[in-house]
């Protein structure tokens, strides 16, 4: 063997190790995620992913908004495995892209493709897709004048996808009781609950889902034939002109209209007085059985931006340790975002 390569040999050598090393968050005997988790195998990994996002967002000002949704709607569903980016293979995927909460309106799955293809320029097969997620989240709301926190990593990417599970997703229509119990299904309580949908604080939702059954509240709610009474009547009338009754259920509007790109506290501001999007939104500070659990918090957020960072900040921490894959003998690094390896 030629002198000259013995140094390189024995630096690969060093670097197998060394990603021996850091692939794993050891806590006592089990691994878990940790924020140091890619420091020696690829530690420009979140200024990779912020800067695919900074140059989406010149040409997409909603792309922030996106991104975090594909977060939660991966974790929720088989945990935070990056199941949602699979593309359906027939007979072997049925994706979770084209289940009702995401068809025609989870997004950003292009802006995902770039942030991988970025990082396996960096540090080929390192950072999973299910990672690349949890930073375009922090990295989405940090941008939007939200909170930072530090992202927890090293979970890999899942070889499945869950088409019924995606489907069961938390709905617009939905009661507290039934939200609650969705969110405790994975872990999480009143505070996580509220904390997280704070996250309507910037993006956009279509008229379907307040104009259309059976989430109307508009012209039938709950098949009443009239609005939905917990809805502020300026703003109803306001959205009647923008979703009138058998309109295009597809046109778009903000959800937090008084500042519609801004990660801030004006969600809880908006529930106070009744201007809520969806159902889901109001009920937390309106249903009956809100009253001493949900509406308390949604309170609390409402006066404080700081107690509201601070919970965020807490409860995506605590979404994205949902059942995170560690053991790679179920899990892999995909080389593609969108199809499992060796498939
Ligand atoms: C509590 C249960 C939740 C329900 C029922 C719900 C439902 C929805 C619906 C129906 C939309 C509009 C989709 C469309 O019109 O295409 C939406 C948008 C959005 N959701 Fe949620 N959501 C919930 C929780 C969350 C959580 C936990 C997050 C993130 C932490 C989140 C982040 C977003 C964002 C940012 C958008 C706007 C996305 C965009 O503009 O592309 N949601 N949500
Ligand atoms: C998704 O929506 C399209 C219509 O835009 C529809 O043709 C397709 O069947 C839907 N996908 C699934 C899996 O239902
Ligand atoms: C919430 O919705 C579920 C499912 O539709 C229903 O069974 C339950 O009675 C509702 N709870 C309340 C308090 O309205
Ligand atoms: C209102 O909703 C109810 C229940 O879904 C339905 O039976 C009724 O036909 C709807 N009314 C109109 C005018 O569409």
Redesign the pocket.
């Known amino acids: 063997m030629p002198s000259s390569t013995r140094p390189r040999a024995a630096a690969a050598v060093a670097g197998v190790l060394a990603a021996a090393v850091a692939a794993l968050c050891l806590h006592g005997a089990a691994a878990q995620l940790c924020e140091t988790y890619y420091d020696d195998t690829c530690p420009d990994a979140y200024n990779i992913v912020k800067q695919v996002l900074i140059d989406a967002h010149k040409s997409d000002v909603?792309i922030y908004?996106?991104l975090?949704?594909l977060?939660?709607h991966d974790c929720f569903v088989q945990g935070c495995d990056g199941s949602l980016l699979l593309d359906g293979v027939p007979g072997v995927i049925n994706s979770e892209k084209g289940a009702p909460?995401n068809n025609?309106?989870a997004?950003?799955f292009p802006v995902v493709d770039k942030a991988k293809a970025a990082l396996e320029g960096a540090c080929p097969g390192v950072v999973s897709c299910a990672d690349i997620l949890a930073l375009a989240a922090e990295i989405s709301v940090e941008l939007s004048g939200g909170p930072k926190w530090g992202v927890l990593l090293g979970r890999l990417d899942g070889t499945t996808a869950d088409f019924n599970g995606a489907s069961n997703l938390?709905?617009?229509f939905?009661n507290l009781t039934v939200?609650q119990g969705k969110f405790k299904a994975v872990g999480l309580n009143d505070v996580d609950?509220v904390a997280?949908?704070g996250?309507?604080t910037?993006?956009?939702?279509?008229c379907?889902?307040i104009a259309d059954a059976p989430a109307d509240r508009l012209y039938n709610f709950s098949g009443t034939n009239r609005p939905d009474p917990t809805l502020d009547s300026a703003y109803r009338a306001f959205l009647s002109q923008r979703c009138p009754r058998n309109g295009n259920s597809m046109v778009l509007n903000d959800?937090d209209p008084t500042t519609p790109d801004i990660f801030d506290k004006n969600y809880y501001t908006n529930l106070e007085v009744n201007r809520g999007f969806?159902t889901?939104d109001q009920e937390l500070k309106s249903s009956p059985q809100a009253r001493g659990t949900t509406a308390p918090i949604v309170d609390q957020f409402a006066r404080s931006q700081d107690a509201f960072f601070k919970s965020f900040a807490q409860s995506?921490i605590n979404?994205g340790n949902i059942k995170p894959v560690t053991d790679p003998s179920v899990g892999e690094v995909r080389c593609n975002c969108r199809k499992v390896n060796d498939s």
């Open positions: 909603r908004a996106s975090i949704r977060h939660f909460p025609n309106s997004r950003g938390p709905a617009p939905e939200l609950l997280l949908s996250a309507h910037f993006g956009r939702v279509q379907a889902n959800l969806l889901s995506m979404m």
